[in-house]
Structure formats: C-alpha cells, structure tokens
C-alpha cells in the first residue's frame, strides 16, 4: 500500500496568514492526488484532484502543486472559515486507496 | 442537486455484521463515470477507504479489512450497501458513504460528494 504522511500534524495560524501543508507518498503517484477539508461534525469536502485542479466552488485562495512523490496544499490568505482539518487522498495505486494523518489548522 | 444519505443501526455487537444503506438522491446511481464508496473514520481518528462499487456491480475492497467486506448496489432503489462482518470495537467510527470520480474499467479516483455520515458503535 502507499503510505502518504502529512506534515505537519497541526499548525496555529492567524486570519491573513499564507499556509501551507505537505503530503509526501511513498512512491511516485504522478499527479493522482487530491485534498480534502473537514470541519468538526461534518463530511470531508472535496477541493483540489489531480494534485492542482481546484473543484469548482472552491476559492481561489486555495491550491495545489507537486507531482511524483511530494505535494503541497496553500491557502494564501487564511479566512475564518479555513479552520479544519485537511487530508490528502492518493488514487494512483489501489487497493487500497490512501489518505494521509491529517493536517489540522487551528487559530493561533 | 445530487445527495447522499447513510442509514442504518446505530449499535451493533461485537462478532456481529454490520449493515449499513447509502440511498442517492437527485441522480441517477447508474451514471457512467462514477463508483460509489464508503470511507469510514475513527473518533479523533483519519480517514479509512473501506471499498467502492460501480454500478454494474464491480467491487474493490481494501485488504486491510481481511475479507470482511461486502458492499451491493441495488440501481432499482438508487441505493448501494455495506456489510462488514465480524465486527470488533476497532470498528467504531463514523461511516460515510461518498460518489467517486472513475471508470468502469477500473479507475478510482477522487471523491466529489460525500453522504453526512453516520456514527456505528460496536458495544455488547
């Protein structure tokens, strides 16, 4: 299976800030990545595939890069409602698929 | 707009099957260019990809869950299903039940809408 660790587990931030969270895969996935947000009590919402296609709705403050075996999410202005939690999902190899531990983005 | 809804029991006992109902609404079920999934998450826990099924019928499962896991699509009731069997206290977690992006052929890919999930515990 495709190990994919997130970095860092969590991290304080303030309103405005510039983030940005790694996913490194444990072997090239090319570009067969996505990222997901999840707030508390709710369902994982979908806002980056293919490591750099924002879905559509998603704002534009958020995006994505890499290829291969290390991936970067960036939310350029962090917002009030950025809060949450972000994981990333690889669907280059399965089964299984994979998701990474998490990043969680809490308010400093 | 295309929505997804778990329903199921709330408790089940260990060594039991647990079984659980994905109804999709909005949306054909039978749509080309989508599988249906349940992703399933620990309390304070990540995110765990249980197995997919398109709407002909073709299943992927993961392995980690050693043969455990049935899931079944019924495209007259617009709904799909998990069965997992033998269930231990490991398996309490939230499920969700989510549309991914693919190919009958056999491409997973991403998942674009997701149910709200519903919380199974396992307790005698």
């Known amino acids: 299976a495709i190990r994919m660790t997130q970095s860092p587990s969590s991290l304080s931030a303030s309103t405005g800030d510039r983030v940005t969270i790694t996913c490194q895969a444990s072997?090239?996935?090319?570009?067969?990545l996505a990222w997901y947000q999840q707030k508390p009590g709710k369902a994982p919402k979908l806002l980056i595939y293919a490591a750099s296609t924002l879905q559509g709705g998603v704002p534009s403050r958020f995006s994505g890069s890499g290829s291969g075996t290390n991936f970067t999410l960036t939310i350029s202005c962090l917002q009030s409602e950025d809060f949450a939690t972000y994981y990333c999902q690889q669907y280059y190899s399965y089964p299984p698929l994979t998701f990474g531990g998490g990043t969680k983005v809490e308010i400093k | 707009q295309l929505q997804l809804q778990e329903s199921g029991p709330g408790l089940v006992k260990p060594s039991e099957t647990l079984s659980l109902t994905c109804t999709v609404s909005?949306?054909?079920?039978?749509?080309?260019?989508?599988?249906w999934g349940w992703i399933r998450q620990p309390p304070g826990k990540g995110l765990e990809w249980i197995g997919s099924i398109y709407y002909s019928g073709s299943t992927y499962y993961n392995p980690s869950l050693n043969g455990r896991v049935t899931i079944s699509v019924d495209t007259s009731k617009n709904e799909f299903s998990l069965k997992l069997s033998s269930v231990t206290a490991a398996d309490t977690a939230v499920y969700y039940c989510?549309?991914?992006?693919?190919?009958?052929?056999?491409?997973?890919?991403?998942?674009?809408?997701w149910g709200r999930g519903t919380l199974v515990t396992v307790s005698s």
């Open positions: 909005g949306g054909s079920i039978s749509s080309s260019g989508f599988y």
């Open positions: 072997q090239d996935i090319s570009s067969y």
């Open positions: 989510a549309r991914q992006k693919g190919y009958s052929s056999g491409g997973l890919w991403y998942f674009d809408l």
